[in-house]
């Protein structure tokens, strides 16, 4: 079972507690937005066989959102941070480089 600790209320919360809510650090498209760069917004999404960022709603706790980093193949978790983070913390790259060297997503690395 999938475990995450919220970053807010510091509880280990079980995936049972938890709402997913989909790829997490999307850029939003505005009006002025190329038809392409909105086609994107909405329908395309990472799909990875390994290091994946999510969003997650702890629904059963504080409710809040947050964001989270781990292997999809694993369920390994290699953090979590609140949901305001435009890109994820150094030591959660860190953590992730030294299980997955060589790893990247979208732009981070
Ligand atoms: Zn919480």
Redesign the pocket.
Same mark, same amino acid.
């Given at each position: 079972m999938l475990t995450l600790k $919220?970053?807010? $209320?510091?509880?280990d919360?079980d995936e049972t507690d938890l709402h997913a809510g989909g790829e997490a650090h999307l850029t939003r498209e505005g009006p002025g937005a190329s038809d392409d760069a909105f086609e994107d917004y909405l329908f395309m999404r990472e799909n990875p066989k390994g290091v994946h960022f999510e969003r997650w709603r702890?629904a059963y706790? $504080?409710?809040?959102w947050?964001l989270a980093a781990r292997c999809t193949t694993t369920l390994q978790v290699f953090g979590t941070y609140p949901a305001q983070t435009l890109e994820p913390p150094q030591d959660i790259k860190d953590a992730i480089s030294a299980q997955r060297p060589g790893w990247s997503w979208g732009n981070f690395k």
């Open positions: $919220c970053p807010y $209320c510091g509880v919360a702890h706790g $504080c409710g809040k947050f």
